[in-house]
Nanobody, 129 residues
Framework: QAQLVESGGGLVQAGGSLRLSCAAS????????MGWFRQAPGTEREFVAA????????YYAHSVKGRFTISRDNAKNTVYLQMNSLKPEDTAVYYC??????????????????????WGQGTLVTVSS
């Protein structure tokens, strides 16, 4: 089972950019659909973006589409989240997760991601106004 470690969070002004990374251990990274999620204080965890095993297909939450880009490098066992035009409402702890069995397209449905077993520890993103 893969283990995930996120990095790249921090404090940024509104309109700025950050790039998050999620490094996976193990030799089977390319067999996992990957996703990014976030959780703000007092709210439930929500889907942000997902990417297929090959990296050829992506899917975004409406709130981040056009501002965030998910990508992966299977040779480096890493998935990325490039976040541009950040807003204060993007402030949250960001988590990556791996799905060994499902499609990237269904990774964003609560019934799917709430049952995922492989999660990172999270990285905090704070966007100041």
């Amino acid at each position: 089972q893969a283990q995930l470690v996120e990095s790249g969070g921090g404090l940024v002004q509104a309109g700025g950019s950050l790039r998050l990374s999620c490094a996976a251990s193990g030799r089977t990274f390319s067999s996992y659909a990957m996703g990014w999620f976030r959780q703000a204080p007092g709210t439930e965890r929500e889907f942000v973006a997902a990417i297929s095993r090959s990296g050829s297909s992506t899917y975004y939450a409406h709130s981040v589409k056009g501002r965030f880009t998910i990508s992966r490098d299977n040779a480096k066992n890493t998935v990325y989240l490039q976040m541009n035009s950040l807003k204060p409402e993007d402030t949250a702890v960001y988590y990556c997760a791996a799905d060994q069995f499902g499609s990237y397209y269904t990774l964003g449905t609560p019934n799917r991601y709430k049952n995922l077993e492989v999660w990172g520890q999270g990285t905090l993103v704070t966007v100041s106004s």
